[in-house]
């Protein structure tokens, strides 16, 4: 790191991970009277990385993540802090979770009265689910499977039956290999804390309560579970890429990289266009495997191979909208999920014209399908003419919907999510580490870290910037303009 002067910052990656990273470096460095430019590279000619809305003729399909959930507040406050407040829309009070059940969809119970009636669970399941606040807590802090967890807490049926096939449709993955300190790390500290996840949601609450009452602050306005914004989460980057100052650079990918201590500068990275950038820190915002090749030959074999070994499963979302007086009975639902003992070849289906209805005319019915995943990988390369005809025949037998679609919108993401295994969190500390020790000055950040929702995107790209500019002024004491 130079001892004087610009602090050159490379960011490799244009999804929101990236451009939150570029984002909050610029304004911390204002803040701090720290000097520096930021450039971001994106590989191809549009930003966002899995967030692809597209507006065509009056609809507003989403080919990635269709909103963020806001107990994570970290998306929330990010609009807010943008101006985006009068954008953000929350999805309807009314919609319903279904789960596919003998081939039609059975509401997901939500209270102790559906739980009792639910055909979802049988008598022992639901006298299972009954237990979980009094089942032990496991006294190893170790991480284990998200289903391990589960399956401890409340039992094989509710997590066969209801949270297999929703966290598959969610994470494309299997709840038995995923790490739960990745995916559910909430839960696993409820069960510590308070030795149960029923009770340790009510006496979150309740310190929730009690902290709001030593305040004196009113209680805040109820949030809905999700938001988006009306014109799409695509606002979103748009919005972040006007307020980076520093260079945003299409259809551009870094092909090599090179390191130099000796040189002023110590990092190359020659890009896909040809030219050469020199930098003092890079940041890599891009999927694990991608940094894996780039790291190939700078770093021990053993970095390279835990960065490429993380597993990412195939998607493709097709929407496809509907005359509304051509079908019978609109699904009335938020989303059917397809446990592993149904024969669709579905992952999921999204109701978004209950989610959100200002995604399309109101004469208009709007179903988004999810295809591939661990489930059946294959099935996310089919040709656009058999994903859709594909698609079609499961809407016909799961809704009954025989009409021919108005609008239709395939989004492939191949790879798709990735799918962190038990010890993930204890590896990528051990990888961060190595890294700081053979290349200095370069970090990480983005899904296949500690978390792939849009909010922890952005808490892990926010961390990582308190930890850079900690670094920057370590390395610099002089460097602040007072």
């Not at 244009?14 to 470096?25: D, F, H, Q, R, W």
Request: aromatic fraction near 6%.
């Amino acid at each position: 790191m130079t001892a004087h002067g610009i602090q050159r910052i490379v960011v490799a990656g244009g999804g929101i991970s990236g451009l939150v990273t570029a984002y909050y470096l610029e304004k911390e460095a204002r803040q701090q009277g720290i000097t520096i430019h930021t450039t971001v590279l994106e590989k191809v000619n549009v930003l966002g990385g899995k967030i692809a809305t597209q507006q065509q003729e009056g609809f507003v399909f989403e080919g990635g993540p269709e909103s963020f959930v806001t107990r994570k507040p970290e998306a929330w406050e990010l609009c807010h802090e943008l101006g985006l407040q009068d954008q953000l829309v929350g999805t309807t009070s009314s919609g319903k979770n279904y789960v596919l059940h003998n081939g039609r969809p059975a509401i997901v119970p939500s209270g102790p009265g559906s739980f009792l009636s639910t055909p979802l669970l049988s008598a022992k399941g639901k006298l299972r689910l009954l237990k979980e606040p009094f089942v032990k807590p496991r006294t190893e802090t170790s991480d284990e499977s998200l289903g391990s967890f589960l399956r401890r807490r409340v039992g094989d049926e509710m997590v066969d039956n209801i949270v297999k096939p929703a966290i598959g449709s969610v994470y494309l993955g299997n709840v038995d290999e995923m790490s739960v300190q990745v995916s559910f790390g909430r839960f696993a500290e409820m069960e510590q804390t308070h030795g149960s996840v029923v009770r340790g949601m009510f006496g979150l609450m309740k310190e929730k309560r009690a902290d709001r009452k030593a305040s004196g602050e009113p209680r805040p306005a109820k949030k809905p579970g999700f938001a988006t914004l009306k014109t799409g989460l695509m606002g979103l980057i748009e919005t972040l890429a006007d307020r980076i100052e520093g260079e945003i650079l299409l259809d551009t990918a870094v092909t090599h990289l090179h390191h130099d201590l000796t040189h002023t500068h110590p990092f190359t990275l020659s890009l896909s266009n040809g030219r050469a950038l020199r930098a003092d820190l890079v940041v890599l915002a891009i999927p694990t495997f991608v940094i894996a090749d780039l790291l190939d030959g700078l770093v021990e074999t053993a970095v390279i191979n835990d960065l490429r070994n993380i597993p990412y499963n195939p998607v493709t979302t097709v929407n496809l909208a509907f005359n509304r007086n051509k079908i019978n009975n609109p699904f009335d639902g938020f989303g059917v999920v397809v446990p592993d003992t149904e024969s669709s070849s579905l992952l999921a289906v999204e109701g978004m014209s209950v989610k959100f209805p200002h995604r399309a005319p109101n004469d208009q019915f709007v179903l988004r399908a999810f295809v591939g995943g661990q489930k059946h990988p294959a099935l996310a390369s089919l040709s656009e003419h058999e994903l859709i005809a594909l698609v079609r025949q499961e809407l016909e037998q799961i809704f009954d919907i025989t009409a021919n679609p108005t609008q239709i919108h395939v989004q492939r993401w191949l790879p798709a999510n990735p799918q962190p295994p038990v010890g993930h969190l204890a590896m990528i500390a051990q990888v961060e580490q190595k890294l700081a020790e053979q290349l200095p000055q370069l970090y990480l950040t983005g899904a296949g870290l500690r978390g792939q929702g849009i909010p922890d995107c952005i808490r892990q790209s926010r961390n990582l910037v308190k930890q850079i500019m900690a670094n920057i002024a370590e390395y610099n004491p002089l460097q602040r303009n007072f």
